[in-house]
């Protein structure tokens, strides 16, 4: 691997003025899935993808192109779908992340999780975490988000296996599982 | 399906396919397999463009290499035929390739059908319509070689 | 655009050193980062990560991230002008709504580029400085005549928006500035995706059109984008002063389809662009003077 690189100089800053944070091999801290987690960073250009499968071993984010295109890598940072792999690392400092080992919990899945088992909103599941955390920040930001935002979310990502139409009946699932187990919440 | 005159480009609206797979195993597959399978051929058939030179791809790429996305699929329906394979397990044949094959020939006659004009290759892109509508002496864009004025 | 490269592999650059990442809390230090020579701009970071996806060596030897500086977020409307800083993300561009009133063209353009996801990323600095032909709000911020309040270790300048490869390495753009809108003006976007999924523009074009009292064309503008050199402010001397109607959109389109120069790739020859420039100018023009010609309030 690199060098680590020579030390940002504090002769280079205006004596007055608040010290630039640097993020390098210093290490990267973030929260990711409701913890707090640090890691060291050679290169802060790496790709979030690249250090949530390689450093962090969460290999249910995929990487599909790379490039920004398909969406198979689509993680929620700050409540937003990002496509992981043209999200710088070194910018992710101090933020919160989302992956799809986040969702659910003890008493089972996310309802977007089950929404895809139950509509069979998979066949290969590739592409889906991609769709499943695409769906779930646009749920955390509007719980009805009506025909036209499900399917411009859905269009997002690509799938090569569905043809898309069980995405869109596990997509409208979701919305329908969620409002139900937002009324359960509220009566109890 | 729509043509648009103005610039060739296409508009698949809907789409109906009934398929012989003999027993259906699990139909909510099974209905994902036929409707996966047609996105590939509207894939194969309207945007996918492949090119090789020297025996590589030229366009390794998704920037290049389209896929149907979920906003150019048609509204489909999908129905099995009751049919029964002998020589089959409990019946069933293959289903998985099935939908793919006939899709970019009934595109190409649909296109016919619409505008009068009959695209004998791959992918039916709005430029071919384009020109075929004028009759004029169009540029042709590329050869099978890959080899084509690319300007970037 | 790609097409396989031929010849030697690409160098291995892992023993280049990778870029540190300094995150200023003031324009004035983020300035004199920049002002050393070794330094870029990131905004939300994408053109970089993918020149490393490249094999490319980093844009420099350091990376100052600007999006976050004070103001660099703000859209403001002003008394006679609007400012969109550079940090503003093309999502939140797409979804302002009195820039929607005002500029339609910008909203339109911002709001065609990729996905939601890469619009909540991208920054509009980012995307004018990136100098790519392609790219949709450049094209919309020609056509309205937007300029580039541009900072410097030196100081302060402006830029018009088809300048941006005169941004010297130690300068970043502070934010946009957009003219107001007379009253009786109409914009629109025009982004032709030829096989209907999201890409890269077959052609792009922007369209602005400010009508006088007695309904004539008072000022006309049409931004080509995807051709060599753009984007590209056609030239329309002579066409104002007439009735709006469609010699006067035939015209203005052919005079675009001739003042430009596209050229053939996986989307398309150079000539069906060419014919596509002339029918998308048509298309955006038709619509800026449907809002223009709408009252007040109205379908703009």
């Known amino acids: 691997m690199t060098d680590p690189l020579i030390p940002f100089s504090p002769h280079d800053t205006h004596a007055s003025e608040p010290e630039a944070r640097k993020v390098m091999s210093l290490p990267l801290r973030f929260r990711l899935n409701q913890e707090d987690v640090e890691i060291h960073v050679q290169d802060p250009t790496v790709p979030l993808l690249d250090v949530l499968r390689g450093d962090l071993g969460l290999t249910g984010t995929k990487s599909g192109c790379a490039i920004g295109y398909c969406g198979a890598c689509t993680v929620v940072v700050d409540g937003e779908a990002v496509p992981s792999c043209v999200q710088m690392a070194g910018l992710v400092e101090g933020r919160d992340v989302r992956t799809v080992e986040g969702l659910g919990g003890p008493d089972g899945l996310d309802p977007v999780q089950n929404a895809f088992v139950k509509c069979s909103g998979l066949q290969c599941g590739f592409c889906t975490p991609g769709h499943v955390m695409a769906l779930r920040a646009l749920l955390d930001e509007d719980p009805d988000p009506g025909e036209e935002r499900l399917r411009e979310t859905v269009d997002g990502n690509y799938c090569r296996c569905t043809g898309y139409v069980k995405i869109l009946d596990s997509a409208r699932e979701a919305v329908e599982l969620e409002r139900a187990a937002r009324v359960a919440r509220e009566a109890r | 399906m729509e043509v648009d005159p103005a610039t060739g480009a296409v508009t698949v609206l809907e789409l109906a396919a009934v398929v012989d797979c003999g027993t259906v195993l699990n139909p909510p597959l099974a209905e994902g397999q036929v409707e996966g399978a047609i996105a590939q051929g509207l894939g194969m058939a309207l945007t996918e463009r492949f090119d090789w030179r020297d025996g590589a791809p030229t366009r390794p790429n998704f920037s290049d290499y389209k896929l149907p996305t979920a906003g150019v699929m048609p509204q489909l329906h999908v129905e099995f035929a009751d049919s029964y394979e002998p020589t089959g397990p409990f019946g069933a044949k293959g289903v998985g390739e099935i939908a793919l094959d006939p899709v970019p020939s009934i595109i190409a006659s649909a296109v016919a059908d619409a505008v009068g004009v009959r695209v004998h290759e791959l992918p039916i892109t709005a430029e071919k319509i384009y020109w075929g509508m004028r009759d004029e002496d169009s540029v042709r864009t590329t050869s099978d070689t890959g080899e084509e004025g690319d300007g970037r | ?300």
């Not at chain 3, 929607?100 to 909203?107: E, S």
């Not at chain 3, 941004?167 to 009786?184: F, G, K, Q, S, Y």
């Open chain 3, 1 to 300: 655009m790609t097409t396989l490269g031929f010849g030697s592999l690409p160098v291995d650059t892992t023993t280049t050193a990778p870029a540190a990442l300094l995150t200023p809390r003031t324009l004035d230090e983020a300035l004199r980062m920049l002002a050393g020579g070794d330094a870029a701009p990131v905004g939300g970071g994408v053109a970089h990560v993918l020149r490393r996806h490249d094999h490319l060596a980093p844009a420099a030897a350091k990376l100052v991230s600007v999006a976050g500086l004070p103001g660099f977020g703000d859209i403001t409307v002003h008394a006679e002008h609007v400012t969109i800083g550079a940090g503003v993300r093309l999502g939140a561009l797409a979804a302002d709504e009195r820039l929607a009133r005002l500029w339609p063209v910008v909203t339109e353009a911002a709001g065609s580029v990729a996905t939601g996801r890469i619009r909540r990323l991208v920054t509009l600095g980012g995307n004018i400085a990136a100098r790519d032909e392609s790219h949709d709000p450049p094209v919309a911020l020609t056509a309205v005549g937007a300029a580039l309040a541009v900072r410097g270790a030196t100081g302060a300048r402006t830029l018009a928006v088809t300048e941006a490869d005169r941004l010297r390495p130690d300068e970043l753009i502070e934010h946009v500035r957009l003219p107001l809108p007379t009253a009786r003006t109409g914009s629109a976007y025009e982004k032709f995706l030829v096989r209907g999924v999201w890409e890269y523009a077959c052609v792009n074009v922007a369209a602005a059109v400010a009508l006088a009292e007695d309904g004539t064309v008072r000022q006309l503008a049409l931004a080509v984008g995807s051709v060599a050199g753009g984007p590209v402010a056609v030239d329309l001397m002579g066409l104002t002063g007439v009735r709006p109607d469609r010699h006067l959109v035939a015209a203005a389109a052919d005079r675009a389809a001739a003042g430009t120069t596209p050229y053939s790739d996986v989307t398309g020859s150079a000539a069906y662009k060419t014919r596509m420039i002339a029918e998308f100018s048509r298309r955006a023009l038709i619509s800026a003077i449907r809002r223009a010609e709408a009252p007040e309030g109205e379908d703009r």
